[in-house]
């Protein structure tokens, strides 16, 4: 795979501080190969479950789409 999983965790929990979440926890990674992206989804809930994804580029490690 083109970007390992513990760098694209590491960067989408840097972007997570960075937009100002305090909590949050890693729900699921995947790698898609046919766009070579990373989807990864995480709860930023802190009394209940608020689900945010954050989409990483396989090739340059960058975040490419928040939702």
Known sequence: MPTELMSVTDTAREFLV???YAFFQLQKADFDASRNQWNLT???GFTTAKIKK???DGASGKV???E
Do not use: L, P, R, T
Request: charge should be neutral; avoid cysteine.
């Open 18 to 20: 960075k937009s100002g």
């Open 42 to 44: 995480f709860d930023v």
């Open 54 to 56: 954050i989409v990483i």
């Open 64 to 66: 490419v789409a928040f």
